[in-house]
């Protein structure tokens, strides 16, 4: 993949009072770039209890090459589901959503299911959902 489709990546995840911070940190790594800057913020639950957010915006096309190709990991059946609901997962906005699994991420595996939120700002000239659709089918068949 020469070019990358994208005006930016962000990647999120919480880290719960019940958490280990540098576990869930470890676990978003796995699909970011070595030595990537990641924001923390502190935030409040409910009840008063500590939640840590994660979040990394990767912008440049490198970084982002890295993020795809860990996106590229994702077993075969999910990865075909996925190609199969982009009419879902792409917005009138042109962002492509995602959740994928933040224990599967801290054992290694990049694997679709709850705990780290994918958002990708899909590059579709015009601004239309069925460019960015058409830009991200592109970008999958490269992976």
Known sequence: MSS???????????????????????ALRLLLPEEFEITRADST??????????????ENADGMRTVLNALGDLPDAEFSQVEDELDER???NTEFFL???????????VERGDGITFRAKVEAYPAKKEHAVDNMESVLESL
Do not use: M, W
């Not at 990358?4 to 470890?26: G, K």
């Open 4 to 26: 990358v489709p994208f005006h930016y990546i962000d990647l999120r995840t919480f880290c719960y009072a019940t958490e280990d911070d540098q576990r869930v940190e470890d």
């Open 45 to 58: 639950g409910h009840h008063g209890d500590r939640i840590l957010i994660l979040s990394a915006r990767v």
């Open 90 to 92: 792409v917005t009138e």
């Open 99 to 109: 959740t994928l699994s933040k224990q599967a991420a801290f054992n290694g595996d």
